[in-house]
């Protein structure tokens, strides 16, 4: 692995969400704050939709750590339940609760019995549904009389919806009017600008224990960037496979040509110009500026005193500053 090769105490690039390296994009971040405004306004359902690989499931685990313990909360990864009977059984089952042997009415009866109860003493729930573009209108619509639980101060349960575009096509069907007519919160992620895409590898680099700025030629850090459109998902792929070429070839950082070979692999340097790759950045890394302090980062520092170069690498981001209209 690369990692002995380039002195990295991990992989940087993980081929799962990991919230730990969570990296604050204005999309991500814009859309966190969109959900948790609207959960706190208690509405009742509310819906994050992006094109795959943007980072939607990365998003409900931040939400999920930002929300604390106040709250219960049922996590769907995968929304292909079949069935009314199959999407009470897994929420059911992700809340601990009974479920085996239990008819559809009994099911949804416990799960009633349970919000309502919950929320009594002053705990509410949250539904939330990955992969939610596969739910059909009949499961969206048990959706939606759940979400008319209600106690005398409010919603018993919310539902956060979270899917690919599709989902929002779904939400238009006649069928389900009453259903979008509910939909007080839409977020959406979008991919990484040229300039957080970069940083965004340079980020994963640094908690990964390494030097970004000598582990990524500039020139192959836009290429990496430029390509993959700025796809977190791509990204990490990408960054990967050329960190695997670069070692394999023995040489001391990423250049354009293990970018390239790495591009290649996934099928994504296609549109590369026969000449050479899109204009390239002259010196890009040319300082490190901190991500902007939350009281979230100030309690994770403290936690983490006696760690501090894990400290720094979450709380400190490498900005890419972006030679204005200077080409190679």
Do not use: W
Request: net charge negative; aromatic share 4%; glycine share 8%.
């Amino acid at each position: 692995m690369y990692q002995t090769h380039f002195g990295l105490r991990q992989r940087p690039f993980p081929a799962t969400p990991d919230p730990a390296r969570y990296y604050p994009a204005t999309s991500h971040e814009r859309a966190i704050a969109r959900l948790l405004n609207g959960l706190a306004d208690g509405e009742g359902v509310l819906v994050l939709t992006g094109q795959p690989g943007t980072g939607k499931t990365l998003v409900c685990h931040c939400l999920l750590e930002r929300l604390g313990s106040e709250v219960d909360i049922a996590f769907l990864t995968n929304s292909h339940v079949g069935d009314r009977a199959g999407l009470l059984q897994a929420i059911l089952y992700d809340l601990s609760l009974p479920h085996e042997k239990r008819g559809e009415q009994e099911m949804r009866l416990a799960l009633t019995d349970h919000l309502l109860r919950g929320y009594e003493k002053g705990r509410g729930t949250i539904l939330i549904l990955d992969e939610a573009q596969h739910l059909t209108p009949d499961l969206l619509e048990e959706l939606r009389l759940l979400g008319n639980l209600e106690a005398r101060s409010g919603k018993a349960v919310q539902v956060v919806l979270v899917g690919q575009p599709s989902l929002l096509e779904t939400l238009r069907l006649p069928e389900l009017s009453a259903f979008a007519q509910r939909l007080a919160v839409r977020a959406d992620v979008e991919p990484l600008e040229l300039q957080e895409a970069a940083d965004y590898l340079l980020h994963h680099v640094r908690i990964a224990g390494g030097r970004p700025e000598r582990l990524f030629a500039d020139d192959a850090l836009e290429l990496l960037s430029r390509q993959t459109r700025g796809v977190p998902r791509l990204l990490n792929q990408a960054a990967h496979q050329a960190l695997n070429l670069a070692a394999e070839a023995g040489a001391a950082q990423v250049d354009v040509e293990a970018a390239l070979e790495g591009l290649a692999m996934l099928g994504l340097a296609e549109e590369i110009e026969e000449g050479g790759p899109s204009p390239l950045l002259n010196g890009a890394i040319e300082a490190y500026e901190p991500l902007a302090e939350t009281p979230e980062s100030r309690e994770r520092m403290s936690e983490a005193e006696e760690s501090p170069s894990e400290v720094e690498a979450e709380n400190t981001s490498c900005r890419l500053i972006l030679a204005s209209g200077r080409t190679n």
